[in-house]
């Protein structure tokens, strides 16, 4: 492994020294000069920017000098596209300048500009960009217009997103699969992994920019999450001058509020923002049928447990990132984040268990009992970033170092006691469990064209993940708690993830196919103190690849396949059990091994000339070691010298396998100008084989419609609606459910204040979930309802003033960076 990481640095100093050093003698340039149409006088630091005939995106630019004059130089033999853009004059397009090995000077003369007739007045540049967008290797959602998801937060905007299903519980899964590895700006965080529903609660919806859906990663992603990756882009801005966004809502249910500070002088950039977020107190109904037998099935056992649960969450995060282009290819971003989430759930619990003797149907015994419980959770988790990027003469060359750390505090609390009618003594614990985590992340990853239709990527990585935990429990014995050394320990537990890539992105046959084929190498160590736990280390291969082909200007096929994995974590392995519920308990298991998953997808996009969209992808996913939760019936159940009577015990297990297939489709039609539908559906079949057991097949689907209508003076309104089915599992079913948002959102002064109204579910108090687990001696059903409910307003705030000049001591080459957004 050393051997290899040494030969790959090798490579890569090889590759920049060469290419510092190559000759540009055999390059052209394209000069010209800018001027206005009307007054005839020059336009000083316009912007010009360069692309490849039939290209969107430029890969070089330049500024006017004070005489609008410019040059861009460099420029390798080929067809080219040049614009010139000025706030408050129109585009200028020249399309096909040739460079040649005989024709290597352009000189365009004088390009002249046309005013626009009105002068824009407002400080806040937007570009509309269509709500989903379909790129070789991924699918990106921009929830820019979405009304019902403003006030919302991530998990809002998630139920939005082509092929990603939400439930009530905020529980997401991407094509069915709940193992998905989320990132924040492309980066990983440890808040996502003390309580992932916690923490994408904390990010507004306001603050997201766009996510990006990763069904088939290629070569340069981690292995890790057999699903897929979701990553969410948060807002930034490279405009010069200041700028920014207030917003603020309020509601029955949930209350947000975020700023975003965006500040930018020449070549130096910052941005800064602050968040906070408050579910109110909400009720959740509970009841629960549970009856189970004893081996010999001459006994049954029910046991019926209706409660009410009162649950808040609230939490507040701060970042602060800096961006320096230290010159045109040198480009430094530091970035520094802080969380904060807590949450609390209290209820109280009417049991009867009532024990019966079948071959006489008699009552032996029937007990009442009440059970009061709360729990409480609060973690701080920190995050800070640097990262390097250096760009090369060759377009498309280029190298990134990236440094992550990510430093998670968190601590548990809970309590729970059953007083028991006739005399029987009462029964409770309390418990804390503190713990610390931190994940540290190195990456270099670099970029090299070889032509003009072959690029190859190359990289390493090291992930290092510590974590320490704690937890201490007292039992009540004779009507006090006191300290109970068999549910009392701690433990370290590390994991560290060494990973080497090699990809290429090509194009065949004319161009008839694009693609991209990889394989990462990664090994893992992991080492835990749980008691008689050893956990063996392993290295696997993982290959991907993605073939593209563009139909034509409108529509376009791809196929893909990806190898990926699943790690179990810290908590599926520790064999400590979680006693918080006598009658329910969890505990972890040391033995699991990774699960293994290919990924299998063919996607078709069609875009329509009046702005509507297609994409259909059919996908095939084959599990093996497929990690599930599988619950055991114990009439008994002995732990550390005590014993437990009538207990459920949850445990991971490597179950068989598993295979998925199905059908996610996204369309977005525009009926009139003012009336635009989308809808996302799709249609998954489970099937998983356990050896010993019935192979069991689970048929699901999920349908959302969305519909806006645009009302004239910015007056817009929006609705949502959303249907999961129920499917069945392993050993029972999930819950099917629905519900449904409205919303209307008013602006003024430009676009610049926003107000608006939402509603969820507004006639309806609770969403109803019923879900079924049975095994060879028992049958559990369970009812909840969830309030789901609520109205709100919102209010949100654009500001600041935009300065298009530039530092006259830039140099004529470097793309300007005032025409970001």
């Known amino acids: 492994m050393k051997n290899t990481g040494l030969f790959l640095l090798l490579i890569i100093c090889s590759l920049y020294v060469n290419a510092q050093s190559g000759s540009s003698t055999d390059k052209g340039k394209i000069s010209g000069k800018v001027t206005d149409a009307v007054t005839k006088a020059a336009v000083d630091y316009a912007t010009v920017s360069i692309y490849k005939q039939g290209n969107t ?108 299903t939400v439930d009530i519980d905020g529980n997401v899964e991407l094509q069915g699969n709940a193992n998905i590895r989320f990132l924040i700006n492309g980066k990983p965080s440890s808040v996502f992994g003390a309580s992932l529903t916690d923490a994408l609660q904390t990010i507004p919806a306001s603050e997201i920019k766009s996510i990006e859906v990763v069904t088939s990663p290629g070569a340069k992603y981690d292995a890790n999450g057999t699903g897929g990756i979701i990553n ?64 010999t099935r001459d006994t049954s056992n029910h046991l019926i447990q209706k409660g009410r649960s009162a649950f808040t969450r609230g939490g507040y995060r701060t970042g602060l990132s800096f961006n320096w282009s230290i010159t045109k290819k040198d480009e430094l971003t530091a970035s520094f984040g802080y969380n904060h989430f807590a949450n609390h759930n209290s209820g109280i619990t009417n049991q009867d268990q009532t024990i019966t003797a079948l071959g ?66 009462s029964s409770g614990s309390l418990g804390n469990n503190p713990g610390k985590d931190h994940e540290t992340d190195i990456s270099i990853d670099y970029t090299q064209p070889v032509s003009k239709d072959f690029t190859i990527e190359t990289g390493a990585k090291a992930v290092l993940e510590n974590i320490n935990n704690t937890v201490v429990t007292d039992t009540l014995s004779n009507g006090v708690f006191v300290p109970n050394a068999n549910q009392t320990y701690g433990f370290n537990y590390n994991r560290k993830v060494y990973a080497y890539y090699l990809s290429a992105s090509f194009s065949l046959f004319n161009k008839f196919i694009d693609g991209k084929a990889g394989l990462r190498d990664e090994y893992t160590s992991t080492t835990a103190d749980f008691p008689g736990a050893k956990i063996p280390g392993y290295n696997i291969l993982a ?72 994409y259909v992808a059919a996908f095939y996913r084959y599990n093996t070691n497929d990690l599930q939760s599988y619950t055991t019936y114990y009439d008994t159940l002995t732990i550390q010298g005590t ?31 003012e009336l635009n539908l989308r809808s996302n559906v799709m249609l998954g079949d489970r099937i998983t084989t ?47 459910f629905v519900f449904y948002n409205l919303a209307v959102r008013k602006q003024f002064m430009d676009k610049k204040i926003s107000l608006g109204l939402t509603a969820a579910d507004p006639f309806t108090p609770y969403v109803n979930l019923t879900s079924t687990t049975s095994g060879t001696l028992f049958n559990q059903t369970s009812i909840r309802q969830v309030p789901f409910r609520s109205f709100g307003i919102t209010f949100s705030y654009k500001f600041g003033k935009l300065e298009f000049k530039k530092d006259k001591e830039r140099d004529d080459n470097n793309v300007p960076t005032d025409n970001g957004g």
């Open 57 to 164: 995106s430029p890969f070089n630019g330049a500024s006017t000098d004070t005489k609008g004059n410019f040059k861009i130089d460099n420029i390798a033999p080929g067809e080219y596209t040049i614009t010139v853009d000025f706030l408050g004059y129109k585009r200028l397009t020249t399309e096909h300048l040739v460079i040649s090995n005989t024709v290597k000077s352009l000189t365009l003369g004088n390009i002249v500009l046309s005013p626009v007739q009105s002068q824009l007045k407002g400080v806040v540049i937007t570009a509309s960009a269509p709500a989903v967008e379909n790129k070789i290797d991924k699918l990106v959602y921009n929830p820019a217009n979405d009304l019902t998801a403003q006030g919302g937060a991530a998990i809002d905007v998630l139920r939005k997103v082509p092929m990603v």
């Open 232 to 295: 969410i882009i948060l807002k930034d801005s490279k405009v010069q001058g200041v700028n920014g966004t207030v917003n603020l809502s309020a509601g029955t249910r949930r209350e947000n509020g975020s700023v975003n500070l965006n500040i930018r002088k020449g070549n130096f950039g910052v941005n800064a923002s602050f968040s906070g977020n408050d579910q109110i107190n909400s009720t959740t109904i509970n009841t629960n049928d549970n009856l189970s037998y004893n081996n």
């Open 360 to 425: 006489t149907n008699s009552v032996v015994s029937d007990l009442l009992s009440t059970r009061n419980s709360d729990s409480r959770f609060s973690g701080k988790y920190f995050d800070y970033s640097v990262d390097y990027k250096k760009t090369f003469n060759k377009e498309n060359q280029e190298l990134d170092i990236l440094y992550t750390s990510s430093y998670g505090n968190n601590n548990s609390t809970f309590f729970q006691r059953q007083d028991f009618q006739g005399g029987q003594p």
């Open 543 to 614: 290959p991907s690849a993605v073939l593209s082909h563009k139909i034509d200007e409108t529509q376009s096929i791809k196929l893909s396949y990806t190898y990926r994995i699943e790690r179990p974590d810290y908590g599926d392995l520790n064999p400590f059990y979680n006693i918080s519920d006598p009658h329910n308990i969890s505990t972890g298991n040391p033995n699991l091994r990774p699960e293994v998953g290919h990924n299998y997808e063919l996607g078709y996009n069609k875009s329509f000339t009046k702005g509507g969209s297609l």
């Open 643 to 673: 014993k437990y009577s009538n207990v459920y015990l949850n445990q991971r297990f490597n179950i068989g396998t598993e295979v998925t297939e199905g059908v996610s489709l996204f369309g977005s039609i525009p009926i009139t100008k």
């Open 690 to 736: 356990n050896p010993g057991n019935p192979t069991v097949s689970g048929f699901t689907y999920r349908i959302n419609l969305n519909a806006s209508y645009e009302f004239g003076n910015d007056f817009t309104a929006e609705a949502f609606g959303n249907y999961n089915s129920s499917q069945r599992t392993i050993q029972g079913t999930r819950p099917a």
